[in-house]
């Protein structure tokens, strides 16, 4: 849309490879990097030691932009780097792991001179008022969503255990899915087919990126409801 050339870096070990992407940026021929941690959709994760020795060998010309959507799920956050490297921005979208997606709220950390050249490009009130309303109430309420994320992870540990006996590998993410590949004789996109016609909609994993067309995206959900996913999903093997 705004007309910039995009090199994408391939995973290694289904993990986002910071040596490879060291080395793409060493020239500070690119203007921007984009790190999505955890990543999706494999739900693997860099720790903020592991990025901060990254950060230190990226061009201070190059903005890191770090996407943490589903950070919380994994207990940890790169924001205090956004202090310490003035060209590291640090995105939290509150659609994943504060359940607020219909109000559309996010918030990013940055130097003061981003964050001052940022609203000189914003429209105004961007986010809506009960947007606004809903992202500051559900911030005040730190132990609440303490509590989901650790039962959230117990969900997610007992979806990829269930996946696993079905058959095929899961990356070991820590957030709230689990990318399953299928066993070889098994065709994802079918799969996902027969599961649709029967009310369950997994995501079909080639379509976010490349490498992954025989896997799978499946969310952890409450316990009632993921037993009724992998009853679901089982049906639709079996058939």
Request: aromatic share 8%; hydrophobic share 45%.
């Amino acid at each position: 849309v705004v007309g910039c050339r995009v090199e994408r870096l391939p995973l290694r070990d289904w993990q986002v490879d910071l040596d490879r992407a060291a080395e793409f940026l060493a020239g500070g021929d690119f203007d921007l990097f984009v790190l999505v941690n955890p990543n999706s959709p494999t739900g693997l994760l860099h720790t903020p030691a592991r990025v901060k020795e990254f950060l230190r060998l990226v061009p201070e010309c190059t903005l890191v932009w770090i996407d943490e959507a589903y950070a919380d799920y994994a207990g940890i956050t790169c924001e205090p780097l956004a202090l310490e490297f003035p060209n590291v921005v640090v995105c939290k979208s509150m659609s994943k792991v504060y359940s607020l997606s219909g109000v559309r709220a996010a918030y990013a950390l940055g130097s003061f001179e981003f964050v001052e050249c940022l609203s000189l490009r914003t429209p105004p009130w961007v986010v809506s008022l009960p947007g606004q309303v809903a992202a500051v109430a559900a911030l005040n309420d730190p132990a609440y969503y303490a509590a989901r994320y650790a039962e959230t992870r117990q969900l997610r540990a007992d979806l990829d255990a269930e996946l696993r006996m079905i058959g095929g590998e899961t990356a070991k993410g820590e957030t709230n899915f689990v990318l399953w590949f299928l066993p070889a004789a098994m065709d994802a996109s079918l799969v996902a087919d027969r599961c649709r016609k029967r009310g369950l909609f997994l995501r079909e994993a080639a379509s976010i990126g490349a490498g992954l067309e025989n896997a799978l995206r499946v969310s952890a959900k409450p316990r009632e409801v993921q037993t009724k996913l992998l009853g679901i999903l089982r049906d639709a093997l079996d058939s």
